[in-house]
């Protein structure tokens, strides 16, 4: 059994599961990505928020409050934008970098980015590069590294990936990209997938001032929606609903892998906003699941691996179990 090429590559392909699987039951379980499906409660939006467009300063505001939440000293380092990805299509254009070094197995934006850019792909390991692009924790297997380890991988300039660090900031090397004597590093941070608001489509870079005033000045007056930049604004000056969340995720994550390992599967990687797991009947047992209306997500890498976003409410803990149930 193979699964469909339509589904391969990255999750959230609702709308191509929808057309292979039509006799799915609906509502669809999404659990093909990494995002928090307990997101982080919007507050009530003043109707100018849709209404005029964004004032720089309320964007301005909303990379303060990022600096702070990140433990950046410098706001003038950290640059607002419609999500992390628009800033990955974007480094490419402004790095004088043409020997990238990326990961075969991580976040395929990065090779895409640098590639249609004219870039040399090269090994990670190879010497010759002039930039190397780190996941951290690594997208899909949710490999982490230490921030020793990852700066012990420079290698010229140095880009991280951090967009699933908000589970365990420990990681994180953001407070010192762009400082002194860490001025070729850029850090990457997304703003959806811990607060489980991907719609949003919010981002930061935190790079030296230049680059980053480069950045910025790319972007133009307006990189972030009025919507956003108010959920923004909330979301960083919570930290309490941050640090329970990250407990709940710990929790739920220790759940859901007693959920796989009874229905078969072996963990073999993961953060706590999804699990990696394997099993050599893997296929079959995605499209057992797909049937049942729930999406993981497959590997084109490695037919073995099936990666599985944590649920939300219990009715879907329970659906989930309940299909797992048949894979038994």
């Not at 339509?6 to 659990?31: E, M």
Request: with cysteine; charged share 20%.
């Amino acid at each position: 059994m193979t699964t469909p090429a339509a589904l391969l590559g990255h999750g959230g392909r609702l709308g191509a599961a929808r057309t292979l699987y039509p006799d799915a039951p609906t509502p669809w379980l999404d659990l093909s990505t990494g995002i928090n499906p307990c997101p982080y409660p919007v507050p009530s939006l003043a109707s100018e928020a849709w209404s005029r467009l964004p004032d720089p300063e309320s964007t301005r505001a909303l990379e303060r409050a990022a600096a702070s939440a990140f433990g950046v000293d410098d706001p003038a380092r950290v640059v607002a934008a419609a999500g992390s990805e628009a800033l990955i299509r974007l480094l490419p254009r402004l790095l004088p970098a043409r020997r990238i070094g990326v990961a075969t197995r991580t976040y395929g934006g990065h090779a895409e980015a640098w590639h249609a850019a004219g870039a040399t792909l090269l090994a990670d390991t190879d010497t010759a590069i002039d930039l190397r692009v780190v996941v951290n924790p690594n997208n899909p297997d949710g490999q982490a590294l230490s921030p020793d380890q990852v700066l012990g991988r420079a290698a010229g300039a140095l880009i991280v990936d951090e967009a699933f660090a908000d589970t365990d900031p420990d990681l994180s090397v953001a407070p010192l990209a762009g400082a002194p004597g860490h001025e070729r590093l850029i850090v990457l941070r997304s703003f959806g997938k811990f607060y489980g608001l991907a719609g949003a489509r919010l981002g930061f870079l935190i790079a030296e001032p230049t680059l980053a005033a480069r950045v910025r000045q790319t972007l133009g007056d307006w990189p972030v929606s009025g919507p956003a930049i108010a959920v923004g604004l909330a979301a960083y000056a919570d930290p309490a609903w941050a640090i329970r969340t990250r407990q709940r995720l710990a929790e739920d994550a220790v759940r859901l892998d007693a959920l796989l390992r009874v229905a078969g599967f072996e963990i073999v990687g993961g953060t706590s906003l999804f699990r990696l797991a394997r099993a050599a009947d893997a296929p079959r047992r995605f499209e057992v699941l797909a049937r049942a209306g729930i999406l993981t997500r497959p590997f084109p890498w490695d037919e073995t691996l099936i990666r599985f976003g944590l649920p939300g409410p219990q009715p879907d803990w329970l659906r989930l179990a309940d299909a797992l149930e048949r894979l038994r």
